[in-house]
């Protein structure tokens, strides 16, 4: 089975073609970072346009480089949510466009799925069950991962997300957009330990995060040290407060994600998403893993960003569900910019 893969639920308009759900044939993406770099960060608006002219070009140049004619297309797989809805738009309406036109099935796929999927596309994966760290610009969260398409949702960011506070926080320290990169650099380049951010496990004996509280620590400690940001021999530099920051995020992640496989008794775990392209992230979980004995996958770092082949899988795995002769989403079909949270429990964290 050959599917069509795309995905536009931000700023990246991206098509894939991938065989039989791991053999990926193309996968092209096209960055809007420079259109949204001047406004240091995503605008929704320049967004929506920037997908609607790039979408077709996209599409053509993933089919011309896998080799396939869109008449040799088995099924399409489409971003459906979460994400802006301007952006979800442009390529959910695209592909149901397509699919209408060569009367072949199609399926809307939800984006943070796709993101767990990432890591089959890899030679080595892991078998299920498997408890997976889901880290990225706009979500962070553990899944039990039973199957394919069945994942239980263990705890999430209960405000900002790690993706959101690497870029909150290069903008504190004057580095640009997006911070992802630019933290993980400057962190290379500096020494943890020199300045003391807070870990925040919350409830240890739960899943869930928050960062806000690191973000606002590092800027009070900015704002406190006004001019002390210098290279200078006895200064703090920019380099050491992103490294001290960077092992903050990266140790309750990883400690979180071992702790949930702890509990679910999976010797397996995987990290996904953005974030997942960390170079400090990638060590530590391989580091704590191992002293655990368990067994980490992560996906290449080309996996790790938003892509079209993830989609393209998914929806490839949903599909085998159903019927394969018939539509898995209706035309009716729409997208969605949030998933509901579950309610936070009333119950009092206990401290350690």
């Known amino acids: ?17 991938v065989s039989q759900g791991v053999d990926i044939l193309s996968s092209v993406v096209s960055s809007q970072l420079e259109a949204h770099h001047p406004f240091g960060g995503v605008v929704p608006e320049i967004a929506s346009r920037e997908h609607m002219a790039a979408i077709a070009p996209v599409v053509e140049e993933a089919l011309q480089t896998a080799g396939v004619a869109f008449n040799e297309i088995d099924a399409i797989a489409a971003t459906m949510g979460p994400g802006l809805i301007g952006s979800l738009l442009v390529g959910f309406s695209f592909a149901k466009a397509c699919a209408f036109a060569l009367d072949i099935p199609w399926v809307g796929v939800n984006h943070l799925e796709g993101h767990v999927n990432s890591v089959f596309l890899e030679p080595d994966s892991p078998s299920f069950p498997f408890v997976a760290l889901l880290a990225s610009g706009g979500h962070t969260s553990i899944y039990h991962v039973v199957s394919h398409t069945r994942m239980e949702l263990m705890g999430q960011t209960r405000d900002d997300a790690a993706g959101e506070a690497y870029d909150k926080v290069s903008a504190m320290l004057g580095s640009g957009y997006p911070g992802g990169k630019i933290i993980d650099d400057l962190a290379h380049a500096g020494t943890p330990g020199k300045v003391s951010f807070p870990r925040s496990y919350l409830d240890k004996e739960a899943f869930d995060f928050s960062f806000s509280g690191i973000k606002t620590a590092v800027n009070r400690y900015i704002q406190m040290e006004t001019g002390q940001m210098e290279t200078d021999e006895g200064r703090l530099s920019k380099q050491d407060i992103a490294a001290e920051f960077q092992e903050a995020v990266t140790e309750v992640l990883v400690w979180k994600l071992i702790q949930a496989a702890l509990k679910k ?78 309610p936070i429990s009333k119950k009092r964290p206990k401290t350690s």
């Open 265 to 342: 008794e999976c010797r397996q775990i995987a990290v996904v998403g953005g974030v997942a392209a960390n170079r400090r992230l990638r060590e530590r979980v391989a580091a704590d893993a191992a002293e655990h004995g368990i067994q980490a996958f992560l996906p290449s770092p080309s996996l790790c960003g938003d892509n079209a082949a993830m989609i393209a899988a998914t929806g490839y795995y949903h599909l085998l569900e159903q019927d394969p002769a018939r539509r898995k989403s209706g035309f009716d079909a729409d997208v969605f910019s949030k998933i509901p949270r579950p």
């Open 1 to 17: 089975m050959i599917i069509l893969g795309i995905e536009s639920s931000c700023d990246d308009t991206a098509a894939a073609v």
